[in-house]
């Protein structure tokens, strides 16, 4: 079956199982590898992107289901993305499996709340697991993209 939606800006079609999960697809056929595989069930967000502007864990999302929509992913961010600059301004990463997912519910958070409270960034983080427990660095990453931290100087 023929499914066609936009990858980060850029009509794709593909020709695929419509059930295979758009985890797959993103990485194994769209070779768009910074979405990353946790646990297969949702539960993690390691594989979070955004569909509609909205986060998604893509490993439950049937690819038949983002037939004509907007999918994006972290290399949709650009690299530069306010967001992952605070990411590595704060230090957030340290096995840095998770921060893919993390970085894509962060934007997704302050696209809808551009300057969330402390208890916002920590319900709209929430279910992106960091085994790591980096937390506290990924509040001040949010907080900082966000514009509430002013930025650290050299010297």
Known sequence: MKISFNVNGE???LEADPDMPLLWALRD????KGVKYGCGVGACGACT???NGRPMRSCVVPLKSVQ???VRTIEGLGGDHPVQRAWL???VPQCGYCQT????QAVALLEKTPRPTDAQIR???EGVLCRCGTYPRIEAAVRRAAGATPAKTEG
Do not use: N, Y
């Open 68 to 70: 004509g929509d907007e």
């Open 11 to 13: 009509r794709r079609t």
């Open 49 to 51: 992107v955004h569909v």
């Open 29 to 32: 056929l769209l070779d768009l």
């Open 89 to 91: 301004e704060e230090q």
């Open 123 to 125: 319900a709209g983080m």
């Open 101 to 104: 997912g993390q970085i894509m």
